[in-house]
């Protein structure tokens, strides 16, 4: 299988796997899954966040999963258990495109080391 075709089906089965756990079926888009991917490294999924709380949450997602890309790098978790990251390489400029296709395959890399997928 090509690589893009294998991105495409391991993603497809993380959006379905994601969307049958938390959306009633629904299909949830990237940004939501970034959001859940915030909330699961925070750790406090039962917690009522803020719409500047959803937006941290996206940014310790980002973080977190583009950390093994060699962009960031954990620095420390604050007094209410935020962790918080240090920019290590300023991301390239990607069209719009390009950023979804990283982000995906950052997501899928993060959901196999998880063992979510196989």
Known sequence: MARDEQLKDRWDRIQKKLSDQFADGDI???DAIIYLIGVQELGQPHRRYKKDH??????IAICTLLEPYGYYEF?????DGWPHFKVK???P???AGEQSVLMKEA???????????S
Do not use: A, C, G, R
């Not at 620095?75 to 007094?79: K, L, M, R």
């Not at 997501?107 to 997928?117: C, D, L, N, R, S």
């Open 28 to 30: 949830l888009e990237l």
């Open 54 to 59: 959803k937006l941290d949450l996206m940014h």
């Open 75 to 79: 620095d420390f978790f604050d007094e």
């Open 89 to 91: 390489e300023q991301l």
């Open 93 to 95: 400029t990607l069209k």
């Open 107 to 117: 997501i899928v890399q993060y959901f196999m080391e998880k063992e979510y997928i």
